[in-house]
């Protein structure tokens, strides 16, 4: 009897087992594969880089009054709400030449016309600029370091997929000293001069 008992038991715990592991295999298969973020290489240095202008970007589009984002230094130039709107498309555009295979934003947002139609609009056209920096961001993560040498069109320019990143990376610093331009012109302080500014020493109390 005792016997018997012993070989159900490990019966029993066999079957519950191959259930458990036949579950987590679903479990693991149902959720989706993401890249991790790199933390060295040359993915790693652009985000880094991407970080740095995402955060003026943003710093300055919400400083910016409602009001001046029709401005312009002149006419025939970009106003402050359709530099910011320039921004957003070629964001997306460098994640359609990079064609990394991940999905593409809802048509509404990726047109052109779209975008441009927001210049003036500082609440939306502040959300697409989050937005198309955070697809750019995630289009990054997805790629490999191994693919650095690979052929790449960027910008009517032909190079690597790591020479792509420089030609981005550059053109979005080429704004950034234009919309800092811009905010200097029409009197805006620029938000993170306060924190390069040198602190007096603490006086102490005798």
């Not at 997306?92 to 441009?116: F, M, N």
């Not at 370091?145 to 910008?155: H, T």
């Given at each position: 009897m005792l016997r018997t008992s012993l070989i159900f038991l490990a019966l029993a715990l066999s079957a519950l087992s191959r259930a458990?592991?036949?579950?987590?295999?679903?479990?693991?298969?149902?959720?989706?594969?993401?890249?991790?973020?790199?933390?060295?290489?040359?993915?790693?240095e652009f985000l880094e880089e991407l970080a740095y202008c995402e955060q003026r970007y943003l710093t300055l589009a919400e400083a910016m009054p409602a009001e001046k984002y029709s401005w312009r230094p002149a006419e025939?130039?970009?106003?402050?709400?359709?530099?910011?709107?320039?921004?957003?498309?070629?964001?997306?555009?460098?994640?359609?030449?990079?064609?990394?295979?991940?999905?593409?934003?809802?048509?509404?947002?990726?047109?052109?016309?779209?975008?441009?139609?927001?210049?003036?609009?500082?609440?939306?056209?502040?959300?697409?600029?989050?937005?198309?920096?955070?697809?750019?961001?995630r289009r990054i993560v997805e790629m490999s370091?191994?693919?650095?040498?690979?052929?790449?069109?960027?910008?009517?320019?032909q190079t690597?997929?790591?020479?792509?990143?420089?030609?981005?990376?550059?053109?979005?610093?080429e704004h950034l000293g234009q919309a800092i331009c811009y905010a200097r012109i029409i009197g805006l302080a620029l938000p993170w001069q306060q924190e390069l500014k040198p602190q007096p020493p603490s006086k102490r109390k005798p």
């Open positions: 458990s592991a036949a579950g987590g295999h679903a479990e693991s298969a149902a959720k989706p594969q993401g890249g991790a973020t790199p933390t060295a290489g040359f993915r790693a025939g130039m970009r106003s402050v709400g359709g530099l910011l709107a320039h921004v957003v498309i070629d964001n997306y555009k460098a994640v359609e030449a990079l064609d990394q295979g991940l999905p593409t934003p809802p048509a509404a947002l990726h047109s052109t016309l779209t975008i441009l139609a927001l210049a003036e609009d500082k609440p939306k056209l502040l959300e697409e600029l989050k937005g198309s920096f955070a697809h750019l961001r370091d191994a693919d650095g040498d690979k052929s790449q069109r960027m910008m009517n320019r690597t997929l790591r020479g792509a990143l420089l030609i981005v990376d550059r053109h979005l610093g």
